[in-house]
């Protein structure tokens, strides 16, 4: 079955044509020179923005191709950014006669490792995005529950805030991860919160450290240097808690997605890691980390093989626990 995905939960207007788990195109129009002007993601403007790209993208993805079926995110997110996806994915459901279902932004994230292998289940994954840092147990596709979770900043965040400290710009991640390669990871001091809190995270106590680094080195910082002790901080706390849930569950397999999923040092960590305990690691092409609508398309196509479907009356929610 041919699947549209649609996303705009965020800051990026998505979508993206499923052929069961197989990705057909995947169209990302990205908002984040708009938001650099302002330092972060403005809701307004967001919306605004996926308003003027949701129909181009929705062409770009689909060609000639009329699909049998339309997944779209409905919760969590901006509600304004969201229901701009929505309303797309109604007019169009209800024009072309073919069904529609709500998918959860996480679940997307959770199953884009789908797109290029097939893990065991049960799994233990670990999703790093810029709004959410989980622990999930993945019984099998469409069953979750939540291991653990950030008890204050998701680690996007905290590549996020700490690149603002540093006078990187936003987003931060791939800047840490750029400048952190000509850096020494020991330089600086950094705090890997939580270290007796075997499945929880909590980032913030970073975030005033970095801000405490920088206060107290001024001009005399080491840009690189801190921005590759940023990223060591980040990395360890995070495999840390993974690899110990891996180990306490016995499960088989880790994945690890989301945005924060495309740091080339996490993935190299976990790869090492899970090597070590004889456990499988999956992780999607870098493409699929940051937020796309291939991954909604994945998730909604396994949702209405299990025969579920939503009605045209589809609402949007800004916060939702995961399925
Ligand atoms: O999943 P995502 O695209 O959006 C959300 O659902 O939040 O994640 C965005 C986050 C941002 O915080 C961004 O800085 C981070 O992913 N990110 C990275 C990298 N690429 C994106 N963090 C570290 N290293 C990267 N290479
Ligand atoms: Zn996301």
Redesign the pocket.
Known sequence: MTVLGIET????TCAALIDGTQVKSNVVASQVEMHQRWGGIVPEAAARAHVESILPVISEAIGSIRPEAIAVTNRP?LVGALSVGVSAAKALALSWDVPLVGVH??EG?ILSVLADSEPPYPHVCLL?????TELVWVEDPCRYRLLGQTIDD????A??KG?RLLGLG?????????LALKGDPSRYSLPRALAKDPYNFSFSGLKTAVLRLVEREGGNIDRADAAASL?AA?VDALASKAIHALEASAAKALTLV?????????RERLRDECRKTGAAFFSPP?AL????AAMIGIAGSLRLARGESDSIELECQANSPLP
């Open positions: 939960s965020c800051d990026e997110g932004h996480l994230h790093v995005s810029g709004g959410h998701a680690a996007g965040e590549f996020d690149a936003y987003p931060g991640g791939k800047a840490i991860q750029d990223q980040i989301g945005g924060v999923a495309a740091n080339r040092a996490l870098v980390c940051t937020d796309n």
